[in-house]
């Protein structure tokens, strides 16, 4: 059982590129999200879903896509990579409600754009 | 907006030396509020869920207590391993509404 897994876990971007970073998991969970977490900042919600096909914007989505296509992926697209989107990416899943079992979070991403 | 402020930033500890990690929180109509601890490199891992004020949680020497604005994370003769960051987050409003996680306090426990 691995829980929620996050690919890949280290990238260096120039500023102007793209690239999709995934999140795969294996719990049935409904709802998943992605947060960013920077230095003095705490964690910040990007994107979230609750459910296949359904997807809304968090509290810093500008310069992200997402989407969710299977119920077991999430896919955060970054389209023309910034400077200010250097951080350590994570995605978190659950079930609806949350209360009981909160949410399970990936390892991360970690991304430098230069 | 909802807002989750954790206090102090950090914080250095002797081994067995008690104390206790605050978050007071603004929302409006709390559902929830909940605790991570972080290791460095890795996510957040779940360790209490509280609903109501009044309500308390433990596992080993942590104990969270929640009152009607905010909540304490106390930790009883911490260890070494205890060391980590602490995350404290709320969910307000309605059951599709993701959490909002303070800054979180950094702990570390010297032996």
């Known amino acids: 059982n691995a829980g929620v897994t996050q690919t890949p876990k280290f990238r260096v971007l120039k500023t102007g590129q793209s690239m999709t970073l995934l999140c795969a998991q294996d719990m049935n969970h409904e709802y998943m999200y992605w947060y960013r977490q920077d230095p003095g900042m705490g964690l910040r919600l990007i994107h979230y879903s609750v459910g296949e096909g359904t997807t809304a914007k968090g509290e810093v989505p500008d310069g992200y896509n997402v989407s969710r296509l299977k119920k077991q992926n999430f896919l955060l697209g970054l389209e023309s990579a910034a400077p200010s989107q250097t951080s350590v990416y994570f995605c978190?899943?659950?079930?609806?409600?949350?209360?009981?079992?909160?949410?399970?979070f990936g390892s991360g991403t970690r991304l430098t754009v230069v | 907006e909802d807002q989750v402020t954790q206090s102090p930033e950090a914080l250095r500890l002797q081994e067995g030396e008690s104390s206790s990690l605050n978050c007071s929180y603004t929302?409006?109509?709390?559902?929830?509020l909940f605790w991570y601890r972080q290791d460095p490199g890795k996510g957040p891992e779940f360790l209490f869920t509280?609903?109501?004020a009044g309500e308390e949680k433990e596992k080993e020497r942590l104990k969270a207590t929640l009152t009607k604005k905010e909540s304490f994370l106390h930790i009883t003769a911490p260890k070494p391993e205890d060391s980590a960051t602490y995350l404290c987050a709320v969910q307000a409003g309605g059951g599709n509404t993701p959490l909002v996680f303070g800054k979180g306090t950094r702990l570390s426990v010297i032996a």
């Open positions: 509280l609903y109501s």
């Open positions: 929302v409006s109509g709390l559902r929830g």
């Open positions: 978190a899943s659950s079930f609806p409600g949350q209360g009981r079992f909160g949410y399970t």
